[in-house]
C-alpha cells in the first residue's frame, strides 16, 4: 500500500491498527517476526516432551526426581515440561469419609425428622450447639498424581 503511495494515516485507517504499529513495520520492511534472542532449547524439546507424557501416562504417581536421573534432565526442566507444555499439576490424593447405607438412612431419616419440626413456630426457640468431637485421619501418601 505504501508502495503505491498511500499516506500511513490512511493506511491506518484501512486496516484498523495503531500508528507506531504500521510505521515500526514499514521501518522493518516485513511483517514477519525477528529472530529471537538468547540460547536455543536444548533439553525441553518435542522428542523429550513425547518421552516424559508417555511415561506419565503409563504411570502417573511416577516420582519427578527418578524421571530427571532416568532422563538426565534437571528438576526444573522436567518441571517446565510437566506444567507449562503438558498442562499437568501434581496433587495428593485424600481419602474421603464414606457413609455405609445404614448411616445414609439414618441421616435421611433424621432430616426429615427436623424438617418436620420446623414448620412450627416452635423451631426458633431451640438451641443447636454442636459439640460432637470426631477426627478425620488421613493416610500419608507421599506420592504424587497426575
Not at 1 to 30: D, F, H, P, Q
Not at 50 to 68: D, G, Q, W
Not at 75 to 100: C, F, N, P, T, W
Request: with cysteine; glycine share 6%; aromatic share 4%.
Amino acid at each position: 500500500m505504501r508502495r503505491r503511495g498511500t499516506a500511513l494515516s490512511e493506511i491506518c485507517r484501512r486496516l484498523k491498527v495503531n500508528r507506531k504499529l504500521v510505521y515500526w513495520t514499514l521501518k522493518r520492511g516485513t511483517t514477519d517476526d525477528l529472530p529471537r534472542t538468547g540460547r536455543p532449547v536444548t533439553v525441553t524439546t518435542a522428542r523429550v516432551k513425547k518421552i516424559v507424557k508417555k511415561r506419565l501416562e503409563r504411570n502417573p504417581c511416577r516420582s519427578m526426581r527418578k524421571i530427571t536421573t532416568e532422563l538426565g534432565v534437571s528438576q526444573k526442566s522436567l518441571h517446565r515440561i510437566v506444567e507449562d507444555k503438558l498442562g499437568m499439576r501434581a496433587y495428593k490424593l485424600l481419602k474421603l469419609h464414606g457413609l455405609s447405607e445404614n448411616q445414609r438412612a439414618v441421616r435421611v431419616k433424621k432430616c426429615r425428622a427436623l424438617l418436620e419440626r420446623a414448620v412450627g413456630d416452635g423451631y426458633m426457640r431451640r438451641l443447636f450447639t454442636d459439640e460432637k468431637l470426631f477426627t478425620i485421619e488421613q493416610v500419608y501418601n507421599p506420592q504424587n498424581d497426575r
